[in-house]
């Protein structure tokens, strides 16, 4: 059987794309080329489904939500709030898994966060 090798791209409507990539480069330091490619660094990637009433995504309208792994949630939730960024006040623990947290992007798509154990 052929398997997938890894996510290869994630897509997202936007009313103003350079807008938004903008924002994901200067408040997230994702740093992709003029095409949109970006060399992650290698560790774990989560794929999960969760039922269709799910309110861990914020709005209901939003299928999907994107999980980046970050180094300090604490502190890039602080560089986040600095520039003005939508951060839920709240964050979670869970044993083993570790830290998450969530801001909003300017067009509405809710971001987790996630600082591994």
Do not use: H
Not at 58 to 72: E, I, K, P, W, Y
């Amino acid at each position: 059987m052929e398997r997938v090798l890894g996510i290869g791209g994630y897509f997202l409507r936007a009313a103003d794309p350079a807008a938004l990539s903008a924002w994901y480069r200067d408040c997230l330091g994702l740093d992709a080329d003029e095409t949109g490619l970006w060399r992650q660094g290698a560790g774990p990637t989560v794929f999960a489904a969760f039922e269709s009433d799910t309110d861990y995504f914020g709005s209901r309208a939003q299928q999907t939500m994107l999980n980046f792994r970050v180094r300090d949630l604490d502190a890039m939730l602080a560089q986040l709030r600095a520039k003005g960024a939508d951060v839920a006040e709240e964050t979670q623990e869970m044993d083993g898994v570790g830290r998450f947290g969530w801001v909003t992007d300017p067009e509405g798509n809710r971001i987790e966060l996630w600082q591994p154990a």
